[in-house]
Nanobody
Framework: QVQLVESGGGSVQAGGSLRLSCVVS???????MGWFRQAPGMEREGVAS???????FYADSVKGRFTISKDNAGNVLYLQMNSLKPEDTAMYYC???????????????????WGQGTQVTVSS
């Protein structure tokens, strides 16, 4: 069993920044991992992914503002969020696949392990 624990969420004004972290119980340097978010009443949507070999993929809504990264050992996944907007308000989840590649991109159904989430609130 793989456990993921997110942290770093909080409340920030529009234009501000936050850095989310996700600690993984099993080293995942060669495994695809991603960040997702879900706002109240909305479906869970993909934000960013990073493949085992390092390539990254971003949702159009966050391109140029968010950066996904991980430490060398693959124990910690990060999401640096800059220029935050009120529409970024959501519960943010990290997730892990079982494969090196990230499949079709940011489909929640393709990720097997999930954290409990950390809340991000952006006020205008």
């Amino acid at each position: 069993q793989v456990q993921l624990v997110e942290s770093g969420g909080g409340s920030v004004q529009a234009g501000g920044s936050l850095r989310l972290s996700c600690v993984v119980s099993r080293p995942s340097s060669n495994i695809c991992m991603g960040w997702f978010r879900q706002a109240p009443g909305m479906e869970r949507e993909g934000v960013a992914s990073i493949a085992g070999y390092g390539s990254t993929f971003y949702a159009d809504s966050v391109k140029g503002r968010f950066t996904i990264s991980k430490d060398n050992a693959g124990n910690v996944l990060y999401l640096q969020m800059n220029s935050l907007k009120p529409e970024d308000t959501a519960m943010y989840y990290c997730a892990r696949r079982r494969e090196t590649n990230c499949g079709s991109g940011l489909q929640p159904s393709e990720y097997f392990y999930w954290g409990q989430g950390t809340q991000v609130t952006v006020s205008s």
